[in-house]
């Protein structure tokens, strides 16, 4: 199974092993996580000074990826930085990679998982850290 992970929060510590565990239902997982960019400010985004926020998704997204690799049932991840608005970080994101299922590690917008149930047509699990 192909399994999408956002990843928002820089502060999140989610123990992503038991719930990649209750996804997989035995079978094996194939994991992509993105982490969107998370710019200083809109001029920074407009104007292209993303750098710092680049490097912080990419680091969210690593830790990520680093912690589903230890859980039981992944047997591959790659981490990937999206674009800011999570919405459209998940599109580019299934346009590379199809999952089957995806995963909100504590998304800055609650209707973000509706979002995503009625554009994509795919299962969400909303985890929050803690």
Known sequence: MRLLILTDDPAAATNLHEPLE???????LEVKVVAPLRPESTLD???GDIDDAAAGAQERAEATADQAEGAR????????????DQLLAIGDALAE??????VLVDPDDEELAAGVRERY???VTELSAG
Request: charge should be negative; aromatic fraction near 4%; charged fraction near 20%.
């Open 45 to 47: 985004l407009v104007t």
């Open 121 to 123: 047509t795919l299962p």
């Open 73 to 84: 049932p992944v047997t591959a991840a790659q981490a990937a930085v999206g674009d800011a």
């Open 22 to 28: 209750e996804i997989a239902k035995g079978a094996e």
């Open 97 to 102: 990679f199809e999952a089957e299922h995806v």
